[in-house]
């Protein structure tokens, strides 16, 4: 973990992410200044033309910064805007960070790599990004790489017991709707506990991790299907039901059917269990809220 005189600010506190990340550090007894659009203290706008009104950051401090626009179509259909926040307003917070000295660790995707079913792609294959959404990440990590005080987490879907996909699944049950679940829809699913390990190893070990690029992520390719099948073979929530569905026209013009990714380091510094099963792992989870 970080050195107590090193101060931890979380961008996008409110979030899914953002939020158990900040909720991480304050368990172990970190003072956390959490920063979003709405914060009364530290406002971050990245929509704005100066996202911050003053820069709270100085050198060795630690800047989490899982801010973002992420909704791939929206990204899409609305590239002008969400480039504004996701490129050149992140952009600038992340270059005031690093300018005050302060270290960055950015919330990256898979979505920086072409889709290509049957391959894996690891932290040092090249980018290749298909899609708005994967673009935008792409673009924040190439005006950023070489600098030794920025290094990215590139995320698989991440899932839990309080992620978009769960959710939809738990209000279906709670309603006595049949759940409709896309099929074909595959990621290198990792869950939320893997990411702040990572978090917390990468605070703690910084430079001891050379490279710019840590993959988070498991190491199969998980359908929503199994996800939907782990969650009633949990009995997580009580009368859900389910039917498999072919996702919309259009759905994949904006995402791929397949993205998938590998870490070839998180085994090596043991940052995470890379090799564990997405079963296992989403099992643990989600024991808070099994029935």
Not at 138 to 147: N, Q
Not at 168 to 188: I, K, Q, T
Not at 268 to 274: K, L
Request: net charge negative.
């Amino acid at each position: 973990m970080l050195d107590s005189s090193e101060s931890i600010f979380v961008i996008g506190s409110t979030g899914y992410i953002g939020s158990r990340v900040a909720g991480m550090f304050e368990a172990a007894g970190r003072a956390v200044t959490g920063m979003s659009v709405d914060d009364p203290v530290h406002p971050v706008d990245l929509a704005a033309d100066e996202p911050l009104a003053s820069c709270p950051f100085g050198e060795g401090d630690l800047v989490v910064f899982a801010a973002a626009v992420s909704g791939p179509d929206q990204c899409a259909n609305d590239r002008e805007a969400c480039w504004r926040v996701n490129v050149e307003g992140t952009s600038k917070v992340v270059g005031q960070a690093i300018g005050a000295g302060a270290r960055v660790l950015f919330f990256s995707s898979d979505a920086v790599f072409p889709p290509d079913e049957g391959v894996a792609y690891d932290e040092e294959s090249a980018r290749g990004p298909a899609f708005a959404y994967g673009e935008m990440k792409a673009e924040v990590e190439r005006r950023f790489e070489g600098s030794p005080l920025f290094k990215a987490l590139r995320l698989s879907y991440v899932a839990s017991d309080h992620d978009r996909f769960v959710g939809y699944l738990r209000g279906c049950a709670a309603r006595g709707e049949e759940a409709e679940v896309f099929h074909p829809f595959y990621r290198s699913a990792t869950t939320l506990s893997d990411v702040l390990a990572s978090v917390s190893w990468l605070a703690g070990n910084w430079g001891a991790y050379p490279h710019a690029y840590l993959h988070v992520c498991g190491p199969e390719l998980v359908s929503r299907v199994r996800m939907a099948d782990e969650v009633l073979r949990m009995r997580a929530f009580p009368g859900l039901r389910y039917r498999i569905a072919a996702p919309p026209e259009g759905f994949f013009d904006h995402r791929p059917e397949v993205a998938q990714i590998k870490s070839i380091y998180a085994a090596d510094y043991r940052v995470y269990d890379a090799g564990e099963s997405f079963t296992s792992k989403f099992q643990r989870e989600m024991k808070g809220i099994e029935r």
